[in-house]
């Protein structure tokens, strides 16, 4: 087997392992972009441990294929980079979106999802979604009204009291 196969076959397994860790992909057209934008969008990703990387789209397509996301294949053309993320779900379509509103260099084109492939705009749309901190803020508020709503009226029974005993 030649060193060049090898090598080939080192990075379309890099990337199959990459792909089954991950707890979602978001596949971007950086085409556009200058060195500047380029490095500072990859310091706003490996700040929140996403993985980015360019990949031949050759090598790319046959890692999505030996772990069954085919569908992913028609978004892998042109100059792609590929975002990975091992923990938080949201965190690359966070920085990515935001990214490319700024820069409309950028382009979402793909995603997979917690195994699933999304569409470019699943993936803005899982994006526009609250933090998880703003999402158990949110809970809180709602499990902390009906005591706030009984804190209130029990107050007010109260205060009736006091006023009927008073006059």
Known sequence: MSKV???KQAV???ITDKLNAAASVVVVDY???NVTQLTELRKQLRD???????YKNSMSRRATESVGLEG????????NAIAFSNEDVVAPAKILNDFAKKNDKLEIKAGIIE????????VKALAELPSREGLLSMLLSVLQ????????ITKAVADQKEEEQGA
């Open 115 to 122: 195994g699933a492939i999304a569409s470019a705009e699943d």
């Open 72 to 79: 992913l294949n028609e978004h892998l053309t042109g100059p």
């Open 48 to 54: 929140a441990g996403i993985d980015f990387k360019v």
């Open 5 to 7: 196969l090898e090598a």
């Open 145 to 152: 009204a009906p005591m706030r709503n009984l804190a209130a």
């Open 31 to 33: 085409r556009g972009l």
């Open 12 to 14: 379309v397994g890099e």
